[in-house]
Nanobody, 116 residues
Framework: EQLVESGGGLAQPGGSLRLSCAAS????????MSWARQVPGKGVEWVSG????????YYADSVKGRFTISRDNAKNTLYLQMNDLKPEDTALYFC??????????RGQGTQVTVSS
């Protein structure tokens, strides 16, 4: 199984980024998926989750109304659209197989830095 994130980088406060997660080695369409983030010295925060058929979603209160999770099962790809970014969104973002923690099957992550 492999999960490879991309799309991170530097954004200004109020800006947007779109993260992607390319999945391989398992039948992506049969699994719920998650995005989580980690800041050095702090714990892992579950940011968002999506059911395998996109019929249900989870968003942390900290990102609700600003982030949107989606998936393309034909392309084996998970997305996270991040709008109105804030400095506190700075973190290593990773995608993970399944709904919620403990994120045992996850990618290496992509760094998002929000700064003016």
């Amino acid at each position: 199984e492999q999960l490879v994130e991309s799309g991170g980088g530097l954004a200004q406060p109020g800006g947007s980024l779109r993260l992607s997660c390319a999945a391989s080695g398992f039948d992506f369409r049969h699994y719920a998926m998650s995005w989580a983030r980690q800041v050095p010295g702090k714990g892992v925060e579950w940011v968002s989750g999506i059911y395998r058929d996109s019929t249900d979603f989870y968003y942390a209160d900290s990102v609700k109304g600003r982030f949107t999770i989606s998936r393309d099962n034909a392309k084996n790809t998970l997305y996270l659209q991040m709008n109105d970014l804030k400095p506190e969104d700075t973190a290593l973002y990773f995608c993970a197989k399944l709904w919620g923690p403990p994120f045992n099957s996850r990618g290496q992550g992509t760094q998002v830095t929000v700064s003016s």
